[in-house]
Each structure stands twice: as structure tokens, then as C-alpha cells.
């Protein structure tokens, strides 16, 4: 462990460790973060909204509709039939109101928005957390921040993704970190891949590797990634992982307070994946400590 440790931290400050995020980041989120949250909290706003709209009292708690359709995994079903009940629109309504909220920084997105150097940084969730933080930084005259995000083919003209434009960001080309967001999310991105119909052509596509930003490809290149937050047990989450996967160099390292299932473990065997058996929590305290002695002994002088 002491020697993992030691490797992630060189890599970090040199910039060739990209941390690659999962909705799990946020312990205590003020929005649905994860897939299956996000499910439920589509169906029971739906549900509200009808029963709102028929002038009835929205009791505090709704069942699910129908039987299952939050159980994990189903977000895509759920926003498909979102979609077809309330239009394009009406699903991108619900989604960016799921969050409308902003989550807090924690001590991993300051240690990670604190590093000397950050070429890239992959986020599978929706939220804009890190995001918000790096521009924040940019705004304050450190760290020139871009975003690059997942658009699905019909929303964008066939494109499978574009780049952001808001206060705080710059053109990918000559950002510092460039961060990529594969399925979209809440502004400035403002895109959600989230029906089947969204992500089906994204997925297919994978393996010539056009949803893949020419940016992101060329900052991965000799670099490996540090998976946090992710517990690669989805599918959709392990299909994401392994597109951005190619083409980088390693080493690769999952943080994991719970030993993966049979599954996620064949996947990081498969992927040349390490991991590092420990709480975020844990992980972010020691890594502190490594970073600071690793920047100590750059120096020549004690941290």
C-alpha cells in the first residue's frame, strides 16, 4: 500500500494520473446522484406533478410506477418512458430540475483542484461539483479549466459531443485541465444522455473511438487513470471506462472501500486495474500526506 501511494502521488504532481470520477465522489449529495436515485426521484416527481395537476395532495412518499422501474439500472427505462409521455423537452425539464442544487466540495475535489497540475479529469456523473470548484480557480486568475461533454447524436446534429461555453472556461485547445463529462450533465452542460435511444449509438460508437474528444485522447496518452467514486459494477460505468481506457499507457488504480463483485473484479483484472482496498475518506488523508512529502522531497526540503 505504501508503495501505491507513493506512485499515485508522483504521478499526480507530474500530471500523469488522471482521475477518472463515478457519482460515489459526493458522500451526502443534494441531488440524485447515482443512477438508481435518479430513477426514483424521476418517478416520484412525475408522479407529484400529475397528481398536482389533478388538484390532489402529494403524499410525502409515492410508489414507484410501475412495479420495479427503479431498481438499478433502470434509469434508462424510466427516462425512456419520461420521454414518451412528455417529450424531449419535458425530460430535460425534469433533469436538469433533479439538479438544480449544487453539491459542496469535499476534501477530494480541493486535493484534486489543489494539484500542481491537472491535464484531465473524467466524470461519469451528472453533477458539476469539481467542475464548479476548477472554475472558481480559473475565475480567480489560477488554472484555465474546459469542459468537454457527451451530446446525444439527435440533440447535437449526429455529433457525440461539443465543448462548453460559460464564465470560467476556455477553449479546450489551450486549457490546463481539460475536464470531460461522456454523459453530459447539469449546467453549463446542460446535456443528459440518459434514455437507451441516448446512450445506444454513444455505446456502439465506443469502439472506433469517435465519442472520444480528440482532446481527451491526446491528454490520456502516456498517462494512466485513478478510478474514485466508481464501482465499476454497472455495466454502462464499465463500458464508459473501458472507451477512455484505450489508447493510455497506465498504470491504472480503483479505490475501493468494498472488495469489488465477481464481475467488476474480472473487468480491473481485465483492464490491469490495482486496487486500492480503502475508504475515500482514508484514501484522500493519506494521499494528502503522500502529495506533501512527495512536493517536500521535490523541493529538498522537508514537508
Given at each position: 500500500m505504501t508503495r501505491l501511494l507513493d506512485v499515485i502521488a508522483a504521478r499526480l504532481l507530474e500530471g500523469?494520473?488522471?482521475?477518472?470520477?463515478?457519482?460515489?465522489?459526493?458522500?451526502?449529495?443534494?441531488?440524485?446522484?447515482?443512477?438508481?436515485?435518479?430513477?426514483?426521484?424521476?418517478?416520484?416527481?412525475?408522479?407529484?406533478?400529475?397528481?398536482a395537476a389533478a388538484g390532489q395532495e402529494v403524499p410525502p412518499a409515492e410508489p414507484a410506477w410501475p412495479a420495479g422501474a427503479?431498481?438499478?439500472?433502470?434509469?434508462?427505462?424510466?427516462?425512456?418512458?419520461?420521454?414518451?409521455?412528455?417529450?424531449r423537452r419535458g425530460l430535460l425539464k425534469l433533469l436538469r430540475e433533479a439538479f438544480a442544487a449544487r453539491g459542496e466540495a469535499s476534501p477530494?475535489?480541493?486535493?484534486?483542484?489543489?494539484?500542481?497540475?491537472?491535464?484531465?479529469?473524467?466524470?461519469?456523473?451528472?453533477?458539476?461539483?469539481?467542475?464548479?470548484l476548477l472554475r472558481e480557480v480559473a475565475r480567480a486568475g489560477g488554472r484555465s479549466v474546459a469542459l468537454l461533454h457527451g451530446v446525444a447524436p439527435r440533440d447535437g446534429g449526429g455529433v457525440f459531443f461539443t465543448e462548453a461555453s460559460a464564465p470560467g472556461l476556455v477553449g479546450a485547445d489551450e486549457a490546463q485541465t481539460v475536464v470531460y463529462q461522456?454523459?453530459?450533465?447539469?449546467?453549463?452542460?446542460?446535456?443528459?444522455?440518459?434514455?437507451?435511444?441516448?446512450?445506444?449509438?454513444t455505446l456502439v460508437a465506443l469502439e472506433t473511438q469517435a465519442p472520444i474528444p480528440p482532446a481527451v485522447q491526446r491528454r490520456r496518452h502516456g498517462a494512466g487513470f485513478l478510478?474514485?467514486?466508481?464501482?465499476?459494477?454497472?455495466?454502462?460505468?464499465?463500458?464508459?471506462?473501458?472507451?477512455?481506457?484505450?489508447?493510455?499507457?497506465?498504470?491504472?488504480?480503483?479505490?475501493?472501500?468494498?472488495?469489488?463483485?465477481?464481475?467488476?473484479?474480472?473487468?480491473?483484472a481485465a483492464e490491469g486495474i490495482t486496487v486500492l482496498g480503502l475508504t475515500q475518506e482514508r484514501f484522500v488523508a493519506?494521499?494528502?500526506?503522500?502529495?506533501?512529502?512527495?512536493?517536500g522531497d521535490a523541493a529538498g526540503q522537508p514537508a
Open positions: 500523469s494520473l488522471a482521475p477518472f470520477l463515478g457519482p460515489a465522489v459526493l458522500r451526502a449529495p443534494p441531488f440524485p446522484a447515482s443512477d438508481p436515485a435518479l430513477a426514483a426521484w424521476l418517478v416520484r416527481k412525475d408522479q407529484a406533478d400529475e397528481r427503479t431498481s438499478a439500472g433502470d434509469l434508462a427505462e424510466v427516462a425512456g418512458r419520461l420521454e414518451r409521455r412528455r417529450g477530494l475535489h480541493f486535493l484534486l483542484a489543489g494539484l500542481p497540475t491537472l491535464p484531465l479529469v473524467v466524470s461519469t456523473a451528472f453533477d458539476a461539483t469539481l467542475l464548479d461522456p454523459r453530459g450533465g447539469c449546467p453549463p452542460s446542460s446535456s443528459f444522455l440518459a434514455t437507451e435511444e441516448d446512450l445506444a449509438d478510478f474514485l467514486g466508481c464501482g465499476l459494477e454497472g455495466s454502462l460505468e464499465r463500458l464508459l471506462a473501458r472507451g477512455v481506457l484505450q489508447g493510455s499507457s497506465g498504470p491504472h488504480f480503483a479505490v475501493l472501500a468494498e472488495p469489488p463483485g465477481p464481475v467488476a473484479a474480472r473487468f480491473l493519506e494521499l494528502s500526506r503522500w502529495l506533501a512529502r512527495a512536493a
